[in-house]
């Protein structure tokens, strides 16, 4: 499932490789056809986005967005469960689920992190990876409004993956998601 590879690198912390690799990227989401054409293209904003920037531009925006910016965090369980206790039991399990499956994290890695996430669907049966993705779709819609509120590309990213996962939010999950603080990065008084 090379489409799953493509998001997880997409999603992740941008680097020169990955800007040089955006033509196969966009050959494999082709050539697979995981993602279709109309969904494909709510990638593209990001995909020409990263094909015409500064890679040191590109990386300043990634870390003010997902790194300094707690409402757009990059770890799914950061919006279900915040700071409390469920949240290491969650990984602790979803941990569990990746060595069971035969996926082992860079030690710096903590499992509940998108581009890992996506990296282990990739190894997964595509009706497998497509219904975990489905799992956090109450989470991936969140980050796509708060991405497309800051008229951000990587909106797009999450857009593809909601359609991807063919999956409707139940009224709980999206009640259950972590509320926006409307805290800036940049703001200095908060």
């Given at each position: 499932?090379?489409?799953?590879k493509?998001?997880?690198?997409?999603?992740?912390?941008?680097?020169?490789?990955?800007i040089?690799?955006?033509?196969?990227?966009?050959?494999?989401?082709?050539?697979?056809?995981?993602?279709?054409?109309?969904?494909?293209?709510?990638?593209e904003?990001?995909l020409a986005?990263?094909?015409?920037?500064?890679?040191?531009?590109?990386?300043?925006?990634?870390?003010?967005?997902?790194?300094?910016?707690?409402?757009?965090?990059?770890?799914?369980?950061?919006?279900?469960?915040?700071?409390?206790r469920?949240?290491?039991?969650?990984?602790v399990?979803l941990?569990?689920?990746?060595?069971?499956?035969?996926?082992?994290?860079?030690?710096?890695?903590?499992?509940?992190?998108?581009p890992?996430?996506?990296?282990?669907?990739s190894?997964?049966?595509?009706?497998?990876?497509?219904?975990l993705?489905?799992?956090?779709?109450?989470?991936?819609?969140?980050?796509?409004?708060?991405?497309?509120?800051?008229?951000?590309p990587?909106?797009?990213?999450?857009?593809?993956m909601?359609?991807l996962?063919?999956?409707?939010?139940?009224?709980?999950?999206m009640?259950?998601i972590v509320a926006d603080?409307?805290?800036q990065p940049?703001?200095?008084?908060?």
């Amino acid at each position: 499932m090379k489409s799953f590879k493509v998001l997880s690198a997409l999603a992740a912390y941008p680097s020169e490789a990955m800007i040089e690799a955006i033509p196969a990227m966009r050959q494999v989401l082709e050539a697979e056809g995981l993602l279709t054409a109309p969904n494909r293209r709510f990638i593209e904003p990001l995909l020409a986005d990263l094909a015409g920037g500064d890679v040191m531009d590109l990386q300043e925006r990634y870390v003010f967005l997902f790194d300094r910016t707690r409402s757009l965090s990059l770890h799914l369980f950061e919006h279900v469960h915040g700071d409390s206790r469920d949240r290491g039991q969650a990984m602790v399990d979803l941990k569990q689920v990746y060595e069971e499956a035969g996926f082992h994290l860079a030690s710096s890695e903590l499992p509940d992190y998108i581009p890992a996430f996506l990296e282990y669907l990739s190894m997964r049966p595509a009706d497998e990876a497509v219904a975990l993705l489905g799992e956090t779709v109450h989470i991936l819609i969140t980050l796509a409004e708060r991405l497309e509120k800051r008229s951000s590309p990587y909106a797009g990213l999450f857009r593809a993956m909601i359609a991807l996962s063919k999956a409707k939010p139940k009224p709980e999950d999206m009640a259950a998601i972590v509320a926006d603080d409307g805290v800036q990065p940049d703001d200095l008084e908060a």
